[in-house]
């Protein structure tokens, strides 16, 4: 997803998953030129070809999501960064350093181990001779998708920079105030490094999520009514009466649901069905279970629908066109798509940061792993 989110106009010369089912996609809408299918630890700088402009590594959340077990970077799946890293210093010390490098992770990296591993990644950069700054970019700002994403992006100190994508302070909504705190505790050293990347506003974003719904879906069913009731009957009487009032509305209104664990009234954990009205789905999730698989909830006066929302409604999600062909099996779909970056937010920053910067050289090629 950040290829299609870079363009056509961007040359890939090298591309690397573990997951061979996910390999298998890619080779189906790109080709198998450049993917190698592979356990990064295996990989040496010998796998990649030439030079490249940028670097981008989107290494997994899980041991740094707040849902996750909070290993952080020591953990076997976020504790990928460092492999990755170390081809990205082999490269350096072959002189094909990439003049760009683009982390991109949840949000809860800015806060692992109380910000020891933000520190970690930053200080690395500013070790081998890279300014960094980070930006947090909402999906929801391009796709109806509640989805913020830290992106952390070192520039080559020897790289010309256009004077106006630096500012002299943050500068909201991309810099948030747990940025901003990740920020003050970094050591001096890496804080002089540091740059404040600047982003235009974001114009509205141009659909909401009843516009990406799929009339009928070959992959999902509406559960039956005794299905559906048993969902609502997990509400909290606050998510109910978000139920009661779009009834009141006597027309269809789209809504998503997720499974969470919450304390009942009596201080113990029960499983609890969470709904939101408000034109945009919660955050896609990898599916490890059905708590983190969303549901989609249709309501039409005193009819009430509710189903899984479909592989097709979760690409749609990201970003991507209907032509990007998906796994025909619904939970490798949806894991495809729960891991990915949203696309037009790769297209945001890579017109409005990446781009300019490469101008000079006119040379847009990508290193993705």
């Not at 890939?12 to 390999?23: P, Y």
């Not at 590594?57 to 990755?84: I, M």
């Not at 992959?219 to 606050?238: G, H, I, P, Y």
Request: with cysteine; hydrophobic share 40%; aromatic share 10%.
């Amino acid at each position: 997803m950040a290829r299609a989110g870079l363009g056509a106009t961007w040359n890939c010369l090298f591309a690397n998953d573990f997951d061979h089912k996910k390999g298998q996609i890619y080779r189906y809408n790109w080709g198998d030129a450049e993917l190698k299918t592979a356990d990064i630890w295996s990989l040496t700088t010998k796998d990649i070809p030439d030079s490249a402009d940028l670097a981008w590594g989107s290494f997994p959340c899980q041991d740094l999501s707040l849902a996750g077990a909070g290993a952080g970077l020591r953990g076997d799946h976020s504790g990928t960064f460092w492999p990755f890293w170390n081809l990205m210093t082999g490269l350096m010390e072959e002189g094909r350093a990439p003049r760009l490098i683009v982390l991109e992770n949840v949000c809860g990296t800015l806060t692992a181990h109380e910000g020891k591993d933000f520190t970690a990644i930053c200080s690395v950069f500013e070790q081998v001779g890279y300014s960094v700054g980070a930006v947090i970019v909402d999906a929801a700002l391009f796709v109806p998708q509640s989805r913020p994403r830290l992106f952390i992006i070192g520039v080559r100190r020897d790289v010309e920079l256009p004077g106006d994508l630096i500012g002299k302070e943050s500068l909201a909504p991309w810099h948030t105030r747990a940025l901003i705190k990740a920020y003050s505790s970094l050591p001096s050293k890496t804080k002089r490094a540091w740059l404040w990347w600047k982003l235009p506003l974001q114009q509205k974003r141009k659909s909401n999520f009843a516009d990406l719904i799929e009339e009928s879906s070959a992959n999902v069913e509406w559960f039956s009514a005794e299905k559906t009731q048993q969902l609502l009957d997990m509400m909290s009487k606050v998510n109910q009466a978000k139920v009661a009032v779009a009834q009141r509305q006597r027309r269809k209104i789209y809504g998503t649901v997720y499974k969470r664990t919450r304390p009942n009234e009596q201080g113990r954990k029960v499983q609890r069905a969470e709904v939101r009205f408000d034109d945009v789905s919660g955050c896609l999730r990898t599916p490890a279970g059905g708590s983190s698989r969303q549901v989609i909830v249709m309501v039409n006066g005193n009819t009430v629908k509710a189903r899984l929302i479909s592989s097709r409604e979760t690409a749609r999600l990201m970003g991507l066109p209907d032509e990007y062909m998906l796994p025909a099996n619904y939970n490798e779909a949806y894991h495809l798509t729960g891991d990915g970056v949203v696309v037009p937010v790769v297209r945001f920053l890579a017109a409005n940061i990446f781009e300019p910067i490469l101008e000079m050289s006119q040379a847009r090629t990508l290193v993705a792993a």
